[in-house]
């Protein structure tokens, strides 16, 4: 062991701040880091990660594979040894003397170090990751390794300024003082031995694997400052007690449980592989889409384009099960566009990783800001500690304490969440490295793709550009996916402007599997399943819609109807409770609480999906865009307001969905979907033209036939709406019904108008990005400049990458006339209570889950200011804030109703029930 001088052994690492005088000496956390990073190395990190890091290495000469990651190891010691190297300066010492350590001060003089420090104030400018990335620089240390060193708290130093030039720079390094040079000479060649190493001058790194051992040493960094694993020791005698490094780290590795790395899945040969997963045999597209991913010689990007219906994401997970085995990745995230959507996959997600290797612990994160409400995944948190790992009967999906919450989630070994948390990886924010960690260690699915609107593709595509680059497996899923977007998403992985497909034709073969293999890219075209069905649509005047549904239902029925603005949807549920009765109306749309949305879409689901053991004899369903994904429902007759043509195509997707055994009414024998809300071929309803815009509603409305063959017509429809080339083709269809010139210069300004809107998107989504792996060059200097996000909660974060305007969320509860506060009355198990006092935590998670959106009036810019100042009074003149000492209701805004269950809002009466909603109306 290399002996340090006592000036080396009397500089301090961490200290007790709660009173009792502890602490940790330097070298000793330096010691406990470079242990944990070993640890980590050995058991937690996949080969794929390994590799990436061993190629980023750039070594004078040649060397063996085997050399090679043997060096790959030493670096990653070599960093956590030295990570706080920076402490050894005057500035950081100081620190001891506010917190009552002046003893360490002493202690720290008495050697011969001078800790006098001009100008405390201005030594915020050197912070002790700074002074120690310039340490090891002055020591011979290659800036690519130093930035990493400099960058470990989250954020790379943003600019090289001449640092010896500062006048303040002598007294707060230590830098220019011969005593302090030694020592921290003398810390650097500690690290050095820790490692293992004689020497590191010659070694450099590529900007990649400075970003993942950026990341590790993050990581690894947090594990060896958690007091409950390392405990602090006392000044007087604790050294001697305290253990060695190892002994220490390995007891923290036992007592933390992280999954080891282990091949996730089992080898089970790929010619049996649906039926062992999944218990069925498997269609034409599921098995293309594994025999691809079993033939690429490389990780890559697989595009796989097939209808709904179809089996895509068990295609997927069997596409990712091949990755995983042959390139050795740890886990997948299963990405989708809304909680909604994620909260549906897991339980299919959780089934699938349980068949893969029964035995095996493998720890899974919901990553969405409403996990806390799915039962499913709650039910597992609560076995999982429970868990034993010498019983092998257990189930193999555990959810680790440690790799739970925003920043460190994504470490888990299974991720399913929304595509923000994919997006974010482009985003500049503290502890990205750690965000890139968790994804290069994955498999990525990206599911319903086309659900992306411009602003988050630039931040997609920005993302695939670096998973690209770190040869990370990406599988995109989408059922009417334009052909322009796919050939970005190829090009974006492989770090392109433009890639080319083999299918010249703008009219793509379907489905289809397209996947980069180097710098080629290949397609792959599995024969259709043959199910077919044939959709007529008719285009219907809103006013007549009740009169043709009692028709159609005359005989029983499902209906289903779908608006485009809530406000529609509840207005058309009123309406049709006036032809049906309240019995046979559902209403389904955004704003209705968590938990009641929860409850209805339950109900539609056992009511209207594969099993006809509860279907009504008839039932009217009114919605929103929340019934075109992740709904398992099955209409008899569907009635839609236009949209675009992808959205609508998802929108029939759930009309005639599953072939029944009970015939469907006669007058319901044909799958027909009725499409509103159109004025003329080019006038719209108000709310649609609102949400989507003229131009993408024109190009539909023109290409509007009286009869659909699915899936053969999606790619045609498609196409014939996104891509160019149609314009004069889409005219003339829409002069049929209108002016020639006039629909011409109306077509013309809406396209105009779409285009300055899309670029809008563009450049504004450019404002939070990192730079691609190309511009971020050689280190990671400046990576993160600002502006950059600082996030607290997360929600920022999530909010910037996407431009979905304005929301605010609230919570809701009641007043009575009594004064005192209750919950709702129908809230599950908590229902009508009285709320006296600071909720426990079962009381607060049940009011945490009476969330809501407030509908789009009362976010506008103009008044979004003033409604947040109301809210905050409801909070101080009923004492709310004190409720704030609970981790659910932190910082939340509260609708108070009162026994109406209403309440005043700027100019408006806010009501909520149980049938409508959130809805609102203007006082008189």
Request: hydrophobic fraction near 40%; charged fraction near 25%.
């Amino acid at each position: 062991m290399l002996e340090l001088s006592s000036s080396a052994r009397s500089l301090w690492g961490k200290l007790s701040l709660t009173g009792a005088h502890l602490w940790l000496p330097l070298w000793m956390h330096l010691a406990d880091t470079a242990e944990m990073a070993d640890l980590l190395w050995s058991n937690w990190l996949p080969p794929h990660t390994k590799e990436q890091i061993v190629q980023g290495i750039d070594l004078p000469g040649s060397a063996t594979l085997a050399e090679r990651e043997n060096l790959a190891r030493k670096i990653v010691r070599f960093l956590a040894a030295a990570h706080d190297c920076g402490k050894a300066s005057p500035g950081f010492v100081m620190k001891a003397e506010k917190v009552g350590f002046g003893d360490i001060v002493d202690e720290i003089t008495s050697k011969g170090l001078s800790v006098e420090v001009q100008n405390q104030v201005l030594a915020k400018r050197f912070p002790h990751a700074l002074v120690g990335e310039s340490i090891l620089e002055h020591q011979g240390v290659d800036r690519s390794l130093a930035d990493i060193v400099g960058a470990h708290h989250g954020k790379p130093v943003a600019c090289k300024q001449d640092l010896e030039a500062a006048p303040e720079y002598p007294s707060i390094t230590g830098m220019k003082d011969e005593a302090w040079r030694n020592v921290q000479k003398e810390l650097v060649k500690y690290a050095l031995h820790l490692a293992g190493l004689s020497a590191i001058s010659e070694v450099s790194l590529n900007v990649t694997a400075q970003v993942i051992l950026n990341g590790l040493l993050i990581m690894a960094d947090w594990l060896a400052s958690d007091e409950n694993q390392f405990p602090l020791i006392s000044r007087d005698y604790g050294i001697i007690q305290a253990g060695s490094a190892q002994d220490r780290a390995e007891q923290a590795w036992f007592n933390l449980r992280l999954p080891k790395y282990q091949q996730f899945a089992s080898a089970c040969p790929w010619s049996q592989l649906y039926e062992e997963r999944f218990g069925r045999q498997p269609r034409p597209v599921q098995v293309h889409a594994l025999q691809v991913a079993v033939q690429m010689e490389h990780p890559g990007l697989m595009v796989i384009e097939a209808p709904m219906g179809e089996g895509k994401t068990e295609a997927a997970l069997a596409a990712a099960e091949a990755f995983a085995r042959r390139f050795g990745l740890g886990g997948i995230y299963f990405a989708l566009p809304t909680q909604a959507t994620s909260d549906g996959i897991f339980p299919r997600i959780e089934s699938w990783i349980e068949h893969l290797h029964a035995g095996v612990s493998r720890s899974i994160f919901l990553a969405h800001g409403k996990a806390g409400f799915n039962k499913a995944y709650t039910g597992i948190k609560l076995q999982s500690h429970l868990y034993d790992e010498e019983d092998a009967k257990h189930a193999d999906v555990v959810v680790n304490d440690w790799t739970q919450g925003r920043k460190k989630g994504l470490l888990a070994d299974f991720v399913v969440g929304t595509i923000d948390h994919v997006l974010m990886g482009g985003l500049k924010m503290k502890h990205l490295a750690l965000r890139h960690l968790g994804l290069v260690n994955k498999v990525v699915i990206l599911d319903e793709c086309h659900a992306y609107d411009a602003y988050m593709n630039q931040y997609l595509d920005l993302v695939l550009s670096w998973l690209g680059a770190y040869g990370v497996p990406v599988i995109v899923l989408s059922a009417t996916l334009p052909l322009h977007r796919r050939q970005e998403l190829l090009a974006a992985y492989q770090g392109k402007k433009k890639t080319k497909c083999i299918v010249a034709d703008s009219i793509s073969p379907y489905p289809l599997i397209s996947y980069t293999e180097g710098e080629n890219v290949h397609q792959d075209l599995p024969e259709p399943s043959g199910r077919k069905r044939t959709v007529h649509l008719q285009q219907l005047d809103e006013d007549n819609l009740g009169d043709v549904l009692s028709e159609l239902l005359s005989e029983g029925g499902c209906a289903g109807i779908i608006c485009n603005t809530v406000k529609k949807a509840q207005y058309v549920a009123q309406c049709m409770e006036m032809y049906f009765g309240e019995d046979c109306v559902r209403l389904l749309h955004s704003c209705f609480l968590s938990f009641d949305r929860v409850r209805k879409e339950q109900e539609l689901c056992d009511l209207l999906g594969p099993q006809e053991d509860h279907r009504p004899d008839k039932l009217i369903v009114v919605g929103t865009q929340v019934m075109e994904q992740s709904l398992d429902v099955d209409f008899d007759v569907l009635f839609t307001e236009i949209c675009p043509m992808d959205l609508l195509l998802q929108r029939v997707g759930r009309l005639h969905r599953h072939n029944r055994e009970k015939a469907r009414p006669s007058r319901l024998q044909e799958a027909t979907c009725y499409v509103m809300g159109i004025q003329d071929a080019l006038t719209f309803d108000e709310g649609s033209t609102a949400v989507y815009g003229e131009y993408l509603l024109m190009k539909t409305r023109a290409f509007l036939k009286q009869c659909l063959v699915l899936p053969d017509d999606i790619p045609r429809l498609v196409q014939q709406v996104y891509e160019d080339g149609y314009d004069d083709e889409i005219i003339n269809h829409l002069a049929k019904e209108v002016d020639a010139s006039s629909a011409e210069k109306q077509y013309d300004i809406a396209a105009d108008q779409y285009t300055k809107h899309i670029e809008e998107k563009k450049n504004k989504a450019k404002t939070f990005q990192i730079k691609t792996v190309k511009a971020q060059r050689k280190n990671l200097l400046g990576w993160l400049n600002a502006p950059q996000i600082e996030d607290a909660s997360g929600k920022r974060g999530e909010a910037t990458v996407r431009d979905s305007g304005n929301s605010l969320t609230v919570l809701v509860i009641c007043k009575k006339e009594d004064g005192c506060l209750y919950t709702l009355p129908w809230l599950p198990g908590h229902g009508d209570a009285r709320i006296d006092d600071v909720p426990d935590d079962a009381l607060a998670k049940a009011i945490a889950s009476c969330s809501i959106n407030l509908p789009s009036y009362f976010v506008q810019d103009w008044q979004i200011d003033k409604v947040i100042d109301e809210l905050e009074e409801v909070v101080l003149d009923n004492h709310l804030d004190s409720w704030y000492v609970s981790h659910w209701l932190k910082g939340e805004l509260f609708l108070v109703l009162n026994e109406d269950h209403e309440m005043h809002l700027l100019d408006r009466i806010l009501v909520y029930d149980e049938k409508n909603g959130l809805w609102s109306y203007k006082e008189e």
